[in-house]
Structure formats: C-alpha cells, structure tokens
C-alpha cells in the first residue's frame, strides 16, 4: 500500500509539472517618431505661389481675403472680393500650422513652438515680420514631441514587426 501511495504521488507531480509549450506568431505596428531640428523648420518659412487645399483647417477672412490653415503645412491665400469667383493666389509655407489669426495688416500663426506673424499689408509679398520662439514650447514638452536633443517629432513613421516566438507558454496566447 506504502508503495502504491508512492507511485500515485511521483506521477501526481509529473503530471503538475508539465506546461504545454508551444510556438507564437506575432503581428504588430509600431510608431517610430520624425524628428526635426527647430533651425531647419523656421528656415523652410516662405511664400510661394499657390497651391491645391487637401486638408484644410482654420479659416480666417480679412478685407475681401481668405486665410485657410493647411493643417500642419502652411496657410492658403484666397483672393475672394468676388464672391463669384475666388482666386486661390498664395501659400504660406509654414510648418506645425494649426491655429491662425488677423489682427490689423499682421496675420498671426503658430508653428509648432513659435508664434508667427506675417505683414499681410501686400498680399503678393507677404514676409515674415516676427517671431516669438519656443511660446508653445511646454505644450510640446508635457506631450512628449520635443526633445533639446532630437528636436521636434514632425510625424510618424509605421513600422510592421513579425515576431516568432518558439515555446511559448500557450495558456498566455489564449488567455
């Protein structure tokens, strides 16, 4: 009987002490930050001739003329003193554009830490007047996207990372 109670318990703690193993496939997407140097976007302001509206955000009307935000690349100017016939006839380059506003012959934009404003006094030579550097700064600190060392996260780019995992604890996989 002794020994019966023996083997019953041997097996018994074979038995507990098996896990099932078995191989995981894995598919997922990951995000990896853009970064950009603050020199590099306040060089690339400009004003170039005009260009298609894909995703429009704010606008703003001065005078007969439209200001329309390309979210996160610039600013459209719309000639619309003829209601009938608007003429799209500028655009703002201005990177990290979201928000926009007219005040007088200024036109006041943020780009993505600065704050910048534009004379608007003639509209076929808009010019960049001022710039009040790193105003937006905590905000772009407190999210994450702005590092003194790597700069200004502009985008982002997708990453699909397959993993094989080889005897994986499956009761984690089906859980």
Do not use: W
């Not at 060089?43 to 298609?52: A, N, Q």
């Not at 990290?96 to 036109?107: H, P, V």
Request: contains cysteine; negative net charge.
């Amino acid at each position: 009987m002794r020994i019966l109670n023996y083997i019953f318990f041997f097996v018994s703690i074979s038995l507990f002490s098996c896990e099932d193993k078995c191989d995981y496939y894995r598919t997922y997407t990951i995000q990896k930050p853009i970064y950009a140097i603050k020199k590099d976007i306040r060089d690339s302001v400009d004003y170039v001739e005009s260009r298609e509206i894909n995703n429009p955000g704010k606008l703003n009307y001065k005078d007969g003329f439209i200001f329309i935000s390309e979210i996160g690349k610039g600013i459209h100017v719309i000639d619309n003193r003829n209601i009938n016939n608007p003429v799209n006839i500028g655009f703002i380059i201005l990177p990290g554009n979201y928000d926009i506003a007219t005040k007088g012959n200024y036109l006041y934009a943020d780009s993505y830490l600065d704050l910048v404003v534009f004379d608007i006094s003639n509209l076929t030579s808009i010019s960049e007047a001022n710039r009040v550097e790193g105003v937006f700064e905590n905000y772009y600190i407190n999210q994450g996207l702005y590092s003194e060392e790597l700069g200004i996260v502009v985008g982002f780019d997708e990453e699909v990372v397959e993993e094989f995992i080889e005897n994986y604890d499956c009761e984690l996989v089906y859980d």
